[in-house]
C-alpha cells in the first residue's frame, strides 16, 4: 500500500455574490473566505464559455459549487 494518500477537499457551496471584490481584477474575480491571499478566478467551459459551477481557489486549493451560477449566466448575458 502507498504511504501517501490522497484526501479530496470536500466541495462548499457559496454564493459568488457574496464574496468580496478583487480590485483591479475581472469582474468574476472574487476573495477566498478560506484563507488569507487567495481568490477564486471563475473558469469557462472550453466548448461553450459558459462560467463554471465549480471552482477553486488558487491559493489554499479550497473547492466550491457557486449556488448562483444560473444569475451569474444570466448577468453576464445581460452585459
Ligand atoms: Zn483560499
Given at each position: 500500500m502507498s504511504?501517501?494518500?490522497r484526501v479530496e477537499e470536500p466541495v462548499i457551496s457559496v454564493y459568488h455574490a457574496r464574496l468580496g471584490?478583487?480590485?483591479d481584477s475581472?469582474?468574476?474575480r472574487r476573495e477566498c473566505p478560506f484563507c488569507d491571499?487567495?481568490?477564486f478566478l471563475?473558469?469557462?467551459d472550453r466548448c461553450s464559455f459558459e462560467l463554471q459551477e465549480y471552482d477553486h481557489c488558487i491559493?489554499?486549493?479550497q473547492r466550491v459549487r457557486y449556488m448562483d451560477i444560473e444569475q451569474m449566466r444570466e448577468?453576464?448575458?445581460k452585459g
Open positions: 504511504a501517501i494518500e471584490i478583487v480590485t475581472s469582474q468574476w491571499r487567495g481568490m471563475v473558469g469557462r491559493g489554499c486549493g448577468k453576464e448575458a
